[in-house]
């Protein structure tokens, strides 16, 4: 245990470098990436401000964490315990709503619990609520950048707007793929 004042010149210690190199098969390129593993300590009685990627960090967290309760919520469903699904679904919702600036990043995730909070009702899921809830897990898990979307009825939607999980190559792959579908209707 260490129990001196920690100085700003002290603050950051490089504890790792690393570096890879791989060679492209195709053109023979060699690809380098470089990178350091560097440690921040703080003095106990310091405010710590949390930064943009330690929002990433907890958004990826909640979406992996949602994902799960909403796993376990189904399982629940399954063995009639439809209010203990609903309590599940409910208090992820409070984990990840205490801290605002995360709660902004997890969009997604909110509108699959709330969903699936819908989808556990006893009635919804002996209807739609189980395939619903599969196809929420299948999408969270897969990061195909399809949030899940349904209608009342259970049908899933299609989403105007990129997920909120989704990158740019991602979205560029999506719009091909709708593109290409509303030409392939117009032909038929």
């Known amino acids: ?28 390129t060699v690809i380098t990436k470089q990178t350091s593993l560097t440690l921040t300590f703080f003095n106990q009685d310091e405010q710590i401000n949390q930064n943009e990627a330690d929002i990433d ?15 376990e919520a189904s399982k629940a469903c399954e063995q009639n315990k439809n209010e203990d699904a609903q309590k599940l679904i409910d ?11 995360v709660a902004a990043q997890c969009t997604g995730i909110i509108q699959d619990l709330s ?18 809830m599969c196809q929420m897990v299948s999408n969270n898990y897969q990061q195909g950048g399809v949030n899940s979307l349904f209608s009342a009825q259970g049908m899933q939607l299609q989403q105007v707007q990129p997920a909120a999980y989704q990158n740019v190559q991602q979205q560029q792959m999506m719009f091909q793929v709708q593109f290409s579908k509303s030409n392939q209707k117009t032909i038929d």
Do not use: C, H, W
Request: charged share 25%; proline share 3%.
């Open 1 to 28: 245990m260490f129990e001196a004042k920690i100085e700003d010149f002290q603050r950051n210690v490089k504890v790792i470098d690393a570096e890879l190199r791989i060679k492209d098969p195709v053109n023979g």
């Open 57 to 71: 960090v907890y958004a990826q967290y909640f979406r992996v964490k949602g994902t799960e309760v909403i796993y």
């Open 91 to 101: 208090n992820m919702l409070i984990q990840i709503q205490k801290n605002p600036n």
């Open 115 to 132: 969903q699936a909070k819908q989808a556990s009702a006893r009635t919804s899921y002996n209807l739609f609520g189980q395939k619903q």
